[in-house]
């Protein structure tokens, strides 16, 4: 695709129930990285992805949280038992290579809300 | 240490006028400081970014201004324009060190007034 894609755009749930987060990142980037974007601060890192393993799990908030991607292309961000403080934008971006010194292209969010 | 202060939180300028935003980090690891703006509803895109091995870039009305010894990055928009009414962020991060992430400040809401 053109760019980054994030389904759904919006998604209220009721507290205690499961959701899935998916991501489409740009055809052929090797780097995808998901990111949590809170009321009032900044983008917090959650995870990211290098092809299909995930070197670097250290931003998921606990183990309700957890995150895969298959065929080095699609990935599903989920939290199960949902709580209110999980309310928040969830950011996926994607990159030719790992982050560090190169372009990191965004999606436009999945904004999460949960009651 | 892996923070990256940001300030202020918000901003309002006249058209014309210059913006400017500031950084501040700890990590002397870091060595790639980027800046993100992102409008509503929409993700964060990429603006400019430096190293440190320069003390300015330039990039149209748009410079960030590195102070290696002080730790702090700024972001100056001169003769700003309504359509630069934004959410900006500024971000590090270090290859060096394998941190192959950034790490973003909270933001600065700017607003620039017709």
């Known amino acids: 695709g053109a760019g980054v894609s994030q389904s759904p755009s919006n998604k209220v749930t009721e507290k205690g129930k499961d959701v899935e987060l998916r991501c489409d990142p740009i055809s052929g980037h090797t780097a995808l990285y998901w990111y949590r974007q809170s009321l009032g601060q900044g983008l917090e890192f959650l995870i990211y992805?290098?092809?299909?393993?995930?070197?670097?799990k250290s931003g998921l908030p606990s183990d309700r949280f957890s995150a895969e991607r298959t065929g080095g292309s699609v990935s599903t961000l989920t939290i199960q038992r949902t709580q209110q403080e999980d309310s928040a934008v969830y950011l996926c971006?994607?990159?030719?290579?790992?982050?560090?010194?190169?372009?990191?292209?965004f999606g436009q969010g999945t904004r999460l809300t949960v009651v | 240490q892996q923070q990256v202060k940001q300030s202020p939180q918000s901003l309002i300028v006249q058209k014309g006028g210059i913006s400017i935003i500031n950084c501040a980090y700890e990590?002397?690891?870091?060595?790639?400081f980027p800046w993100y703006q992102q409008f509503p509803g929409k993700g964060p895109a990429l603006l400019i970014a430096?190293?440190?091995?320069?003390s300015e870039k330039k990039e149209g009305r748009f410079t960030i201004s590195f102070n290696k010894s002080a730790k702090q990055f700024s972001l100056h928009i001169m003769d700003s324009q309504p359509g630069d009414s934004a959410t900006y962020f500024c971000?590090?991060?270090?290859?060096?060190?394998?941190?192959?992430?950034?790490?973003f400040g909270t933001g600065t809401r700017l607003k620039v007034l017709a």
């Open positions: 992805f290098q092809g299909n393993s995930a070197p670097d």
């Open positions: 990590n002397t690891a870091f060595d790639y």
């Open positions: 971000a590090a991060s270090s290859v060096l060190s394998g941190t192959y992430k950034y790490i």
């Open positions: 971006a994607s990159s030719p290579r790992l982050f560090g010194n190169t372009e990191a292209f």
């Open positions: 430096i190293r440190p091995d320069v």
